[in-house]
């Protein structure tokens, strides 16, 4: 049961990190001007990859100092997830002990 958990938990963090990534995309898309955030296609998509990706990538950017315009919070966000995978996700799906060695 617990694995079954782990597992599903484990490919939802993934799933969340190509949202991440897209997202990081998309924002730099609309940095350059490649694609246009008037185009009600865009704006529908940068919405719902804000809406998803902001709550947490706000707590991290109040501690990230600023780099003039470049955005690190989403690399930082993707390491902690990567981090909860291989530390505690796969540990527990593969019913090996939990160490953080």
């Known amino acids: 049961m617990i694995s079954t958990l782990a597992e599903v938990l484990y490919y939802l963090l993934e799933f969340f990190i190509w949202l991440l990534i897209a997202q990081a ?6 940095a350059f001007n490649v694609v246009n955030y008037r ?8 919405e719902f990859l804000a809406r998803i990706t902001e709550p947490l ?10 780099f003039g ?13 990567y981090f909860v995978q291989r530390a505690f996700l796969i540990p527990l799906a593969t019913h090996r002990p939990i160490t953080l060695w």
Do not use: H, K, Y
């Not at 990538?57 to 600023?66: D, T, V």
């Open 39 to 46: 185009n009600q296609v865009v704006r529908t998509i940068w």
């Open 25 to 30: 995309i998309m924002s730099w898309l609309l």
């Open 69 to 81: 315009g470049i955005d690190l919070s989403p690399l930082v966000l993707i390491l902690i997830i």
């Open 57 to 66: 990538l706000r707590p991290i950017r109040r501690f990230l100092p600023s």
